[in-house]
């Protein structure tokens, strides 16, 4: 079936360090993928997506590439801030026949602790 | 982007009642809602799939005579979590979407049962 991996946490950085968490795939077909943040005590918000291979979501400084070859879509940031301090996660969505929505598989989310 | 409300953001209950989350879409239309269960410092876990007029579509292990999921218009789905046990208390995420575009999440209820 369809899964998401992502590095465990959590990973803790000082303020202006650059991050890196590494998330890879596997999916039948071709999935769209995203990176959620969750604050503390909060739901999910979309971060970025790419929706086909070699595509770069991007937004707040984040990044991530679509690398079909890897099955990659790693998330990186050049400087991170206390206030990044947060879960990520990964997803995918693959199109579905019956028109019952997009459903997204989610990795095991990683824990971003940023300190000043 | 769109807006997904949810209500209550927290609710405190004693073992055996039961207690309603509303999962409500503010701007557009959800042809489709999900509902999720996090556990603490763990990843989301799809409980089940409603579409708007029809019965939810629940994941394996998921009971659906407990966890009572109603998606009675376009813009409001409710679960609705029967005789609550101490072991039912976690986060619960709803999440709407209009055909296969994408997922809008909720702020998430916290559950506590006594």
């Known amino acids: 079936g369809d899964s998401v991996t992502q590095m465990e946490g959590p990973v803790t950085l000082s303020e202006e360090a650059f991050l890196t968490i590494n998330c890879t795939y596997t999916?039948?077909?071709?999935?769209?993928l995203f990176w959620y943040v969750q604050y503390p005590g909060e739901g999910l918000q979309l971060l970025l997506k790419?929706?086909?291979?070699?595509d770069k979501g991007s937004n707040k400084g984040f990044e991530a590439t679509y690398r079909k070859e890897t099955t990659s879509f790693h998330l990186e940031k050049g400087s991170v801030q206390v206030s990044d301090s947060a879960v990520y996660f990964c997803?995918?969505?693959?199109?579905?026949?019956?028109?019952?929505?997009?459903?997204?598989?989610f990795g095991g989310g990683t824990r971003l602790m940023v300190k000043p | 982007g769109a807006v997904v409300s949810q209500h209550p953001s927290r609710v405190i209950c004693k073992s055996g009642t039961s207690v309603k989350i509303e999962c409500r879409s503010l701007?557009?239309?959800?042809?489709?809602m999900f509902w999720y269960r996090q556990f603490p410092k763990q990843s989301l876990m799809l409980m089940a799939t409603?579409?708007?007029?029809?019965?939810?579509?629940?994941e394996q292990g998921v009971e659906k005579d407990k966890f009572l999921i109603n998606h009675a218009s376009l813009t409001l789905s409710t679960l609705t979590v029967t005789s609550a046990h101490p072991e039912d208390s976690s986060f619960y995420i709803c999440?709407?979407?209009?055909?296969?575009?994408?997922?809008?999440f909720g702020p998430g209820t916290r559950l506590t049962v006594t």
């Open positions: 999440s709407a979407s209009w055909l296969e575009y994408e997922q809008y």
């Open positions: 999916a039948t077909g071709y999935p769209s």
């Open positions: 790419a929706t086909k291979a070699d």
């Open positions: 997803a995918l969505t693959l199109p579905r026949l019956n028109n019952a929505g997009n459903m997204l598989t």
């Open positions: 701007d557009f239309q959800a042809t489709t």
């Open positions: 409603s579409n708007e007029g029809s019965k939810a579509t629940y």
